[in-house]
T-cell receptor, first 110, second 116 residues
Framework: GQQVMQIPQYQHVQEGEDFTTYCNSS?????IQWYKQRPGGHPVFLIQ?????EVKKQKRLTFQFGEAKKNSSLHITATQTTDVGTYFC??????????FGKGTRLSVIA | EAQVTQNPRYLITVTGKKLTVTCSQN?????MSWYRQDPGLGLRQIYY???????DKGDVPEGYKVSRKEKRNFPLILESPSPNQTSLYFC???????????????FGPGTRLTVL
């Protein structure tokens, strides 16, 4: 089934620095979803990208879908302690409706 | 309030003692799913259900059973738990219309299971 590579696995940043996580697929994707899981919490849907080259913004978060629809990125500008958590991408899979990346755990040092 | 509920939230048990983790959603969602989350491995799907009486294996179904007798409930059954099933379990639901990969998944709060 579909596999998606998410990098980096961990990222430690100083508060105020930027952060980016990437999801890469070997095949063309119809869409990609992003979720955030706070420490001790459950994954919560952030956004879905569908169109080639699509860029969507949510306050300090910028989501991008690659032109070839094989990769996506989530960029956070000027991180805050409230950004701490694990960010997952999720993509369609042949075996199951959705498969999740392994996630990027973000730590923010105040 | 629209939500997915799971019970129990925490469970410590012993090898071989059958257990059931319940999952219920009040959003009239057709699709429900179970995941386990382990450090470094992300979220891995155990079983999913497209609708009542329809269930399918996910990526890691061994040692688990599910049933979908009612639309709102999707219990996860461990007939003979083993220590390698110690994990954090999440139930999720979404609308079942069209391509499911386009539908937002709503997750329950999680069940932390320890099998001794």
């Amino acid at each position: 089934g579909q596999q998606v590579m998410q990098i980096p696995q961990y990222q430690h940043v100083q508060e105020g620095e930027d952060f980016t996580t990437y999801c890469n697929s070997s095949t063309t994707l119809s869409n990609i979803q992003w979720y955030k899981q706070r420490p001790g919490g459950h994954p919560v849907f952030l956004i879905q990208l569908v169109k080639s080259g699509e860029v969507k913004k949510q306050k300090r978060l910028t989501f991008q879908f690659g032109e070839a629809k094989k990769n996506s990125s989530l960029h956070i500008t000027a991180t805050q302690t409230t950004d701490v958590g694990t960010y997952f991408c999720a993509v369609p899979s042949g075996n199951t409706p959705l498969v999740f990346g392994k996630g990027t755990r973000l730590s923010v040092i105040a | 309030e629209a939500q997915v509920t799971q019970n129990p939230r925490y469970l410590i048990t012993v090898t071989g003692k059958k257990l059931t983790v319940t999952c219920s959603q009040n959003m009239n969602h057709e699709y429900m799913s179970w995941y386990r989350q382990d450090p470094g491995l992300g979220l891995r799907q155990i079983y999913y259900s497209m609708n009542v009486e329809v269930t399918d294996k996910g990526d890691v179904p061994e040692g688990y059973k599910v049933s979908r007798k009612e639309k709102r409930n999707f219990p996860l059954i461990l007939e003979s738990p083993s220590p390698n099933q110690t994990s954090l379990y999440f139930c999720a639901s979404s609308r079942g219309s069209g391509d499911l990969s386009y539908n937002e998944q709503f997750f329950g709060p999680g069940t932390r299971l320890t099998v001794l």
